[in-house]
Structure formats: structure tokens, C-alpha cells
């Protein structure tokens, strides 16, 4: 797994650990915090970018606003949640819209394709454009490569 990616979990893990003790100290109210963080989260949907961000790209700007939500909930003395089980609750909570994301269909899946059985360990999607939902106009050799690397966080080296 690529090393930032981790350092990145570990982050979310520290600030939210530090939101709660901000919260359970009473320097901040759940409720300013959560207002805070809904107000990121509206931001990273209404990104001004709207030609160039799908709604992956919306819901991956959106994610540290919604990881941190959860988080938050978090009752004082409780065991903490885990990275993995923070993210698990954003998919499962995270909210829907338009008839793409369905139970049947995940958002990054062609119409139609699906993420497999619910109880999979792995949810992805298969490589290549055609299994994208919003498939680029322009595909090449390097796209297809990184593409083909997910999950593993690192592309191939191209060599030409």
C-alpha cells in the first residue's frame, strides 16, 4: 500500500481524535463542528470545477468532511473507530442521489455492473473504460496501466 495513502489514514485518525477532545473539553460544541464540517463537505460538492469533477471525484473531496462527521459521534471513553471502519460507515451512510447509486450499482460502475455480493471482502470495479460509469474521452497507455493497478494504490512505471 502506497505509504501516503497511510499517512493520510493516520491524519484523519490524529484530527479527529483532536476535534474530540476539543468537543469533550467544551473549547467547541459538537454541533459548531458538525456544522463546520457539513459547510466542507457543501464545498466539495459545489467544487466550480464542474466540467472536470465526477461525481467519484465530488464524493473523494467530499470524503475527510464525511469521515470526520462520523468520527465526531464518538462517545467519550469509548474504544475508537479504526480508519477502515470510519470509511465503511461513510459508504454505507453517504448520501444517495440521482438512480445510478442504487443498491445495485455503486457510484464508480458502468450502468448496469455492479460491485458484487455485499458480503465480498473486495468492492471494485474492473479495469478499463467500459466498466467506468463516466468512461474519459481520451484513454491511453499509462490510463490503462493505472487503471489496471487499482487497488494497489501505486501505478506501474510506464517505459516507453
Known amino acids: ?12 485518525l490524529v484530527f479527529a481524535g483532536l476535534l474530540n477532545v476539543l468537543i469533550h473539553k467544551g473549547v467547541l460544541s459538537r454541533d ?4 463546520a464540517l457539513k ?32 468520527a465526531i459521534n464518538t462517545s467519550p471513553g469509548s474504544e475508537f473507530p479504526s480508519f477502515s471502519e470510519l470509511a465503511k460507515m461513510v459508504g454505507e451512510t453517504k448520501p444517495q442521489a440521482g438512480s445510478r447509486n442504487t443498491a445495485d450499482s455503486a457510484v464508480a460502475f458502468a450502468d448496469g455492473r455492479t ?7 473486495a468492492q471494485v470495479r474492473a479495469a478499463g473504460p467500459e466498466s467506468m460509469r463516466d468512461a474519459p474521452t481520451v484513454w491511453d497507455e499509462a490510463d490503462e496501466a493505472a487503471d489496471e493497478s487499482f487497488p494497489a494504490s501505486d501505478p506501474p512505471a510506464l517505459n516507453r
Not at 41 to 55: K, N, Q, V, W, Y
Open 1 to 12: 500500500m502506497n505509504t501516503a495513502n497511510l499517512q493520510l489514514e493516520g491524519f484523519y
Open 32 to 35: 459548531e463542528v458538525a456544522a
Open 39 to 70: 459547510g466542507a463537505e457543501r464545498g466539495a460538492l459545489t467544487d466550480f470545477r464542474d466540467d472536470e469533477l465526477s461525481s467519484a471525484n465530488r464524493d473523494a473531496l467530499a470524503f475527510p468532511a464525511r469521515l470526520l462527521a462520523l
Open 115 to 121: 460491485a458484487g455480493d455485499a458480503a465480498d471482502t
